[in-house]
Nanobody, 117 residues
């Protein structure tokens, strides 16, 4: 079924940057449509960035222009570069195969991002 391990979260001041990594094993990040999701306290998990197998990317309006998703096929890692962070970006961030996420499964532990004002 494969495994995804997120890392790179932390505490950052508003306006700062972080790069999240999602290391995949048993899953090819090039052949799958991959997404970064986040879940803030008391809110539903939402898709914030996606990269299709063909390489096209899409972003939630709330992060457009600030976040960038990319992947490294050789390392089998998906990245999320986050810039101009805002307190409302505070959440646990997860990566997943988009089709698997739609079925509700395959979630890892996630990585906590906290943005202080």
């Amino acid at each position: 079924q494969g495994q995804l391990v997120e890392s790179g979260g932390g505490l950052v001041q508003a306006g700062g940057s972080l790069r999240l990594s999602c290391a995949a094993s048993g899953i090819n990040v090039i052949y799958n449509d991959m997404g970064w999701y986040r879940q803030a306290p008391g809110k539903q998990r939402e898709l914030v960035a996606a990269i299709a197998s063909g390489g096209s990317t899409n972003y939630a309006d709330s992060v457009k222009g600030r976040f960038a998703i990319s992947r490294d096929g050789a390392q089998n890692i998906v990245y999320l570069q986050m810039s101009s962070l805002k307190p409302e970006d505070t959440a646990v961030y997860y990566c997943n195969i988009i089709s698997r996420a739609r079925l509700g499964g395959g979630w890892g532990q996630g990585t906590q991002v906290t943005v202080s004002s």
